[in-house]
């Protein structure tokens, strides 16, 4: 679903400025929640009409993953000026489309510290082999949003592929976990000696303080070591 938002451009003296650009970007790449819909980062352009109004459908914040997503919509005067910046989060339920601006805006968000965590998998010497390779303890919650495997066995690395599923168990429960990914797609790379992205249709990315993440290689051929790292925004 998206929804409308909308504002008024005005000059100094409150009148309407018609045919003036409009930027609108959010602020970091994400998921829709449940989807495998990503929504880039990159800003989208419109412009006021005559009575120096613009209107936009966005998708709402409240429906992505990625708890700290917002929106900055820039509003430029006739000379590529900047004259007003708002920060929003569009909520997926209450107000009535359109939306004005004003009833969206947030203050400026607190930096969220990232922490990375991760493990190297293989000797390598030897072919990795499939099956579970190991588990890290986490102290702190947060949300996984990005994923990177590099193949580090020598220089220039050996290229090949991996998929690497990521297991999560409370520390009561070690070594008893379940996959974090299911049936979305897992950290992996695919004929070449390096992959990265974020997870895509997992069941869930969210870690809580005492977890265990445990890895475990689903399948490989070629490579003979890599280091997965996981990037983890904590709350």
Known sequence: MTRRVYNIVTDERGQPISGVP???????????????KEIAAWSIETSTDV??????????????????SYYKVTEYSRQRKKI??????????????????QDLLITPPVIVPSITIGLSVGDGNNVI????????????SGMI?????????RNPPTSGSIEIDI?????????????????????????????????TGW??????????????VVSVSSLKRVTIVLKVVKS
């Not at 082999?129 to 702190?140: D, E, L, M, S």
């Not at 168990?169 to 390096?194: C, E, F, L, Q, R």
């Not at 069941?203 to 475990?216: E, K, P």
């Open 22 to 36: 409009v930027r609108i970007q959010l602020n970091t790449p994400t998921f829709v929640l449940g989807e495998r």
């Open 51 to 68: 009575n120096g109004r613009w209107e936009v459908e966005l998708e709402p914040n409240d429906l992505m993953d990625n708890p700290i």
């Open 84 to 101: 007003n910046e708002y920060l929003i989060r569009v909520p997926s339920s209450g107000f009535t489309d359109p939306i004005w601006i």
């Open 129 to 140: 082999t499939t099956g579970f390779k190991g588990a890290i303890y986490v102290p702190f």
């Open 145 to 153: 949003t990005e994923w990177t495997i590099l193949s580090t066995d």
């Open 167 to 199: 297991l999560k168990g409370t520390y009561a429960d070690y070594p008893t976990m379940s996959s974090m990914v299911g049936t979305g797609t897992k950290p992996n790379i695919a004929n070449s000696n390096k992959g990265q992205g974020t997870p």
């Open 203 to 216: 069941a869930t990315n969210l870690v809580n303080a005492g977890d265990c993440i445990g890895f475990q």
